[in-house]
């Protein structure tokens, strides 16, 4: 599982099961294990700060690059 949170505010956004090594481009809505942020207008934003950090897609949240900062155990 790794922790996915803002980069403006370091708030918690999503735990996620990362499979495989790489950059996160998409969560699969399947492997999020709790959602911390706020979906509208499908746009998956922060919180605390209302920071957008990507948009919903079909099955699957298309992330921001510099919009959020990762860190933990990726599942090989």
């Known amino acids: 599982m790794i922790h996915i949170r ?8 999503m735990r996620y099961n990362k499979i495989g090594r790489g950059r ?10 709790q959602l911390h942020g706020v979906i509208e207008d499908d746009v998956l934003k922060c919180r605390r700060c209302g920071h957008a950090i990507g948009t ?3 099955g699957c949240i298309r992330m921001k690059q510099s919009a959020f900062t990762y860190g933990g155990r990726v599942v090989k």
Do not use: E, F, N, Y
Not at 6 to 13: N, P
Not at 24 to 33: A, D
């Open 6 to 13: 803002c980069a403006k505010c370091r708030a918690k956004i």
């Open 56 to 58: 919903v897609a079909q």
């Open 24 to 33: 996160v481009l998409k969560c699969w809505t399947s492997r999020i294990g």
